[in-house]
């Protein structure tokens, strides 16, 4: 097989009198093994000089080679110059494309709310809420501290991720079809909370299934408020904020939710710390259960120390 290829090239090669060229060019390459890439260049270079013109008989194939490369290459670019519309079109589609990529990352972002990053904000938003309200400020703050970390958590899963865990559990068993439709009116309620804010609801961070219990979670904002318990307060929320569409997640519409509630309880506008307690378990549970003095304690304790968390 090498020898006839060998055979072969020198006679061809012969023609042009370029016979040492080639047997140089062979006798290297048949030192070491022949692949058929090696097999595939001598019939390119063999096929093109036996094509190539008498005007051009003086290049070796190796040049001629090289000269069909270049003009291949220059027809490939006086086609883009001669197509400039083509070109033009292709940037447009490009620019188009990019413009399209940034309006959606704008969207995305504006999707979800902030976070708040400087916890001072939300000191000065509950100071806020207990002028308006006559609850103590501390006492805001500390039940902010538990709730959401003083609005820097609003939660640990997506709204989607909850729905999805309650659908499952409802379909499982574990959740009852009374929570599942407690569920459903909850969901179309964050619906137009978030959508009236501009949010993307199922993106909107919550509080997440609960693994302990069968309840749902989908606790929403700074102040960790049910879908509808929101609406129960929104009207007060505008009247002392000064809005028509108060938000969950802007620390002074959250403060205030949470002065407002809690102010609700008999004794609490008074400072009475017995009162507090009982409005803290009711924040919570809905009921002034010793089961959750913990909860109760956890908050007076952050009233008195929330300082250490603000710096």
């Excluded at 140089?24 to 063999?46: D, E």
């Excluded at 000089?49 to 670019?77: H, M, W, Y």
């Excluded at 997440?208 to 960790?224: E, F, L, R, V």
Aim: aromatic fraction near 8%; charged fraction near 25%.
């Amino acid at each position: 097989m090498l020898q006839s290829l060998k055979i072969k090239i020198v006679c061809f090669v012969d023609k042009a009198s370029k016979e040492v060229i080639i047997k140089n060019k062979l006798i290297s390459i048949t030192k070491s093994v022949l692949s058929g890439r090696n097999v595939a260049l001598f019939v390119a270079i063999c096929s093109l000089f036996l094509l190539t013109p008498d005007a051009q008989a003086s290049e070796s194939p190796v040049q001629s080679l090289l000269r069909f490369s270049k003009e291949k290459i220059t027809k490939v670019r006086k086609v883009t110059i001669e197509n400039p519309a083509a070109n033009a079109e292709v940037e447009t589609k490009k620019e188009d494309k990019n413009e399209k990529k940034l309006i959606q990352l704008i969207s995305t972002n504006s999707a979800v709310p902030k976070v708040v990053t400087d916890p001072a904000e939300i000191e000065k938003a509950a100071e806020f809420a207990a002028e308006a309200t006559g609850v103590r400020k501390n006492f805001i703050i500390g039940l902010l501290v538990v709730e959401s970390d003083l609005g820097r958590n609003h939660g640990e899963c997506t709204y989607q991720e909850v729905e999805e865990g309650a659908k499952a559990n409802h379909q499982n068993g574990y959740l009852s079809t009374r929570a599942w439709k407690t569920f459903q009116e909850r969901r179309e309620i964050i619906k137009d909370v978030a959508g009236s804010l501009g949010y993307d609801y199922k993106k909107l961070n919550v509080s997440c299934n609960p693994g302990s219990y069968a309840g749902t979670g989908g606790a929403m904002g700074i102040p960790q408020f049910m879908p509808d318990t929101w609406m129960e307060y929104k009207d007060r929320i505008s009247a002392v904020v000064g809005k028509e569409n108060p938000d969950p997640w802007n620390e002074k519409d959250a403060a205030v939710a949470v002065a407002l509630k809690l102010s609700d309880v008999y004794g609490v506008t008074d400072h009475n710390r017995l009162a507090e307690k009982r409005a803290a378990k009711l924040y919570l549970s809905g009921t002034t259960s010793y089961q959750y003095d913990w909860y109760a304690n956890q908050i007076l304790y952050w009233a008195e120390n929330y300082k250490s968390l603000i710096g």
